[in-house]
Antibody, heavy 119, light 110 residues
Framework: EVQLVESGGGLVKPGGSLRLSCAAS????????MNWVRQAPGKGLEWVSS????????YYADSVKGRFTISRDNAKNSLYLQMNSLRAEDTAVYYC????????????WGQGTLVTVSS | QSALTQPASVSGSPGQSITISCTGT?????????VSWYQQHPGKAPKLMIY???KRPSGVSNRFSGSKSGNTASLTISGLQAEDEADYYC??????????FGGGTKLTVL
């Protein structure tokens, strides 16, 4: 069974940093691209970032480019999101998600981790 | 990366069919066969219902179907059931390895 478990969320002040982790199990992690998707309280879903299976290709939404860094450790079956220069508008539940195949959708989701940016 | 346009809400009675539209542009929905649909119940993670425009993942009821015409994708739910009441989001590949979601539609089963 595919399992994705996020951790690392919490309360951080504007301008601060936080690192999210996503532990994967139940599939060959190194064979799949991975994604971060977020959802602000009471709002819709927003794609944040993607990373290819070998980390060769990395992409970001314009809203986080230059502030967030996605990475992965295939030996540890783990996905990460380093978030710097955090703003109030980054407050959201952050989900890691895996596609059905190589790309193109988000079939498996974690339970999410809440990041709150507030003074 | 402008959000796709969905109706804020739709409703239907049990047994009826409803359709949720998702309008994008020629740069996203209109250019790629990579539209997906997600169901989200309150406090839960989203669940993939349709991928690649019209394919259903294993375990998803055949009451859910997807289609596309031009820059607009649609999700149809037939034989509405109480448990279908949820928020629904569309998503499209938008080129340059980016994705864009719709604003979401709240489905109420009357």
């Amino acid at each position: 069974e595919v399992q994705l478990v996020e951790s690392g969320g919490g309360l951080v002040k504007p301008g601060g940093s936080l690192r999210l982790s996503c532990a994967a199990s139940g599939f060959t992690f190194s064979s799949y691209s991975m994604n971060w998707v977020r959802q602000a309280p009471g709002k819709g879903l927003e794609w944040v970032s993607s990373i290819s299976s070998s980390s060769s290709y990395i992409y970001y939404a314009d809203s986080v480019k230059g502030r967030f860094t996605i990475s992965r450790d295939n030996a540890k079956n783990s996905l990460y999101l380093q978030m710097n220069s955090l703003r109030a508008e980054d407050t959201a539940v952050y989900y890691c998600a895996r596609p059905t195949g190589d790309y193109g959708d988000f079939n498996y989701w974690g339970q999410g981790t809440l990041v709150t940016v507030s003074s | 990366q402008s959000a796709l346009t969905q109706p804020a809400s739709v409703s239907g009675s049990p047994g009826q069919s409803i359709t949720i539209s998702c309008t994008g542009t020629s740069s996203d929905v209109g250019s790629y066969n990579l539209v997906s649909w997600y169901q989200q119940h309150p406090g839960k993670a989203p669940k993939l219902m349709i991928y690649e425009g019209s394919k259903r993942p294993s375990g998803v009821s055949n009451r859910f179907s997807g289609s596309k015409s031009g820059n607009t994708a649609s999700l149809t739910i037939s034989g509405l059931q109480a448990e279908d009441e949820a928020d629904y989001y569309c998503c499209s590949y938008a080129g340059s390895s980016t994705f864009v979601f719709g604003g979401g539609t709240k489905l109420t089963v009357l």
